[in-house]
């Protein structure tokens, strides 16, 4: 399957001429959410940026759907690639939830009924139809991220790129992120995540990718990389809980991700016990 987006070799340089990323090499394919972990300071949201088009690689190329970056503007980027930023806030302009989402359709031209029925519809996928009226700077931080979750998706780009999306989230806040983006890669989409909550890339990544001073360090399947737990350490990354758990109690290859998982392999050792003392009878 063709990558959605690729990256190659991109850098980027701020104009004090501090460098921001190093020879980035990724790919994105559909259905795949994909975490991208580092620490501050690390590139993540410089490299959403240029994906993004805010910002353009100075040397590097970034491809999008088979076609090169640098022939598109940042609308056509838009079209295809929707980003949510670290703060929420500064993407949020209409005077209602409503207007906010029809926003991005309207301004491509869609008819403003089937604009307003798509915001309608995407909204109700949210669960945000209730606050349709409401005006979006007054909503909690919560709904406000997936309000500008909500513009996005109006548009239906192939990726999504959320820019730490679970900071001052609740645990139904979290929820609800982790049911857009496994919604949204089911649907067909990819998703970037850039967070430093491990539990929600533990249960819903398929791979990660750490960066460290603006370069990729490690790239890999989550469960690959949380059952390593030298490397973990070597990049930074401090695991869940669950992983840890696992890690102390059974020990042995396949990692548990989810509660679920480790309450299944407990099961599975409990079970594995009383067949063998049921042997020694």
């Not at 590097?60 to 598109?72: F, K």
């Not at 929707?82 to 409503?98: A, C, I, M, Y």
């Not at 309000?147 to 001052?168: H, I, W």
Request: charged share 25%; aromatic share 4%; glycine share 10%.
């Amino acid at each position: 399957m063709e990558p959605v987006l690729r990256l190659s070799n991109v850098r980027y340089s701020y104009p004090s001429g501090v460098p921001a990323l190093n020879g980035v090499d990724m790919e994105l394919r559909a259905g795949e959410i994909v975490a991208v972990v580092g620490q501050n300071g690390s590139g993540k949201t410089t490299l959403f940026k240029v994906i993004s088009g805010l910002l353009r690689p100075y040397s590097g190329v970034v491809t999008i759907n088979g076609t090169d970056a640098r022939s598109m503007t940042v609308g056509e980027i838009a079209g295809v690639v929707g980003l949510v930023l670290q703060n929420p806030d500064v993407q949020l302009f209409s005077q209602t939830v409503l207007e906010e989402v029809e926003f991005g359709p309207r301004h491509l031209g869609m008819d403003p009924r089937a604009s307003r029925g798509r915001a309608e519809e995407v909204l109700r996928i949210l669960r945000l139809e209730g606050k349709a009226a409401e005006f979006p700077l007054s909503l909690p931080r919560g709904e406000r991220v997936r309000l500008a979750v909500a513009a996005c998706l109006a548009l239906k780009p192939a990726v999504l790129m959320l820019d730490e999306p679970t900071t001052g989230q609740d645990f139904h806040g979290l929820r609800e992120i982790a049911r857009i983006m496994r919604s949204f890669a089911r649907s067909g989409g990819a998703v970037l995540l850039a967070t430093h909550n491990m539990e929600i890339v533990a249960e819903n990544a398929h791979r990660i990718i750490t960066m460290e001073s603006g370069a990729v360090k490690v790239n890999g399947p989550t469960r690959w990389l949380m059952s390593m737990p030298g490397l973990l350490t070597q990049v930074g990354i401090n695991p869940p809980q669950v992983v840890r758990l696992d890690r102390e109690v059974l020990g042995d290859q396949r990692t548990a991700l989810t509660v679920e998982e480790l309450t299944d392999k407990i099961e599975e050792k409990m079970e594995e016990k009383r067949a063998g003392s049921q042997g020694i009878r």
